[in-house]
């Protein structure tokens, strides 16, 4: 029973875990100096934490790391650029649109963005920022996943590029309106999702290791770079032209 | 309990919701382009359920245990009471919030470490690296950056200075570490600061960032309230290089002192 895998998984998802109550039960106790509100629902939610963990970890071994890795191999074989680069693109974008935390970072950019005048006040308006807002980062996440993939084809050094995206960012900030800054710089954060991430790694280091003469450590990683980058670019110059 | 279900029940819907655009990317792929059968498609499916299972659960969790509590303490920080200065005081010292710059690299710190992209990530670098990356030390490393990162970024609010010119300084120092660092490390790094702001970070440091505006005089929530991210992305990039540049050079240092 102890030594079973899962029971590992358990007790290790436990030791991530520690921290956070550390951190919380201190400062609940020695400098707030209050009495922690509903002992018996932090524990119980601490352990579904503990299970969820596990079990998310569990599944990441299972489906979506062999999956990432399969396909990565089968595009390679196949040979066609243009559907791996459609794959690509439809993954950025298909997991970006429907993420919840852009979904709650756009909002909020648009009560900002009419706050500031910057649009009409009215509901129908601010809508219709949110969603034009979504969909540029969720186009922007797909182009990154797009470019980093022809780059690991190319063996492209990922240095350049990021330079390059960065150069990009600093030129557009002076122009960009002031409010947007915020959430253009956020939303680079928020766009990469708990089940995007495994997913994208598993098909840059799946590409990588198919493809002769590329290094799966040096070329298999940058994809969620860009993914954290392109959105930035993309916010900032829909924040220009609306 | 019934109407805790019906809660959970809610987060499975959501969660599967967020499955299945990435579901029907990959089954029409699979079906259209690759034409090729899944191998073990019953293990593949089960993977699934678990991730989907593994993330409702895991959310739930948060939102009974650590994100009410976690943003109460925001708020409890950030209170004129607490931090003892009278609304109508002007300039205030901002050594008076230690223990917001504290509370702020703590919980960045402790955050980062549970978080499960990141641990999927670091998973993975230890296996392709085929164990000199070590999986621990790069959590670890990745957690520092953040932990740093936000406790400046609570020291920004507190102080009003121009958002862009902390992480334009940010980035100045990862090009020149870039320049430095081993090759290997630098995909990676980049990497390591997209992934470290998901699930459990973004909705305390969030609440901290709002909360903090709130409070501290002369702050505008809607303008100085975000950017927490923004820190917590970057910085987590140079601890790692550094991290990368530290372990080359004790390797190094070990070589020489061996001949």
Known sequence: MF??????????????????????????IVIIQQPIPNVAQLMGGTLLIILGLSVFIQGLEQSLFPIGETMAYAFARKGSLFWLLTFAFCLGFGTTVAEPALIAVTDEAARIASKGNIIEQSD???????????????????????????????????FYLIIGGYCCVLVMTPFAPAEIIGIAYDSGGVTTSTITVPLVTALGVGLATAIKGRNPMIDGFGLIAFASLTPMIFVMAYGMLV | ?????????????????????????????QLLVIRKPIVNPQKTLVGFVYVTLGIALFLEGLELALFPLGKLMATQL???????????????????????YVFAASIGFATTFAEPSLLAVAYKAE???????????????????????IALGTF????????????????????????????????????SGGVTTSTVTVPLVTALGLGLAQAVPGRNPLI?????IAFAS??????????????QWLNSRNLSSKQ
Not at chain 1, 10 to 25: E, G, H, K, T, Y
Not at chain 2, 224 to 228: V, W
Request: with cysteine.
């Open chain 2, 156 to 191: 920004r609010i507190v102080t009003g200075t121009e958002l862009y010119f902390y992480i334009i300084s940010g980035y100045v120092v990862v090009l020149i570490q870039t320049l430095f660092a081993p090759k290997m490390i630098i995909g990676l790094a980049y990497d």
């Open chain 1, 124 to 158: 129908a308006a601010r809508e219709n920022y949110a969603l034009g807002l979504r969909i540029t980062v969720a186009l922007s996440v797909g182009f990154a996943i797009l470019v980093g993939v022809l780059r690991i084809l190319r063996g492209w050094p990922l």
């Open chain 2, 234 to 247: 970057l910085f987590p990039i140079i601890t790692v290089l550094g991290y990368a540049q530290i372990a």
């Open chain 2, 224 to 228: 100085d309230g975000f950017g927490l």
């Open chain 2, 78 to 100: 950030t209170t004129p009471e607490f931090l003892n200065i009278s609304p109508d005081q002007v300039a205030i010292p901002w050594q008076a919030y230690k223990w917001i």
């Open chain 2, 1 to 29: 309990m019934s109407e805790w279900l019906i809660h959970l029940a809610r987060t499975l819907l959501e969660t599967c919701r967020d499955m299945l655009p990435i579901a029907g990317i990959i089954i029409g792929f």
């Open chain 2, 127 to 149: 296996e392709i690296s085929g164990g000199s990356i070590r999986s621990l030390g790069l959590r670890i490393a990745v957690s520092i950056g953040v932990a740093f990162g």
């Open chain 1, 3 to 28: 030594n079973h895998p899962f029971t590992k998984r358990l007790f290790s998802s436990f030791l991530d875990l520690v921290p956070i109550l550390a951190v919380v039960l201190f400062f609940q």
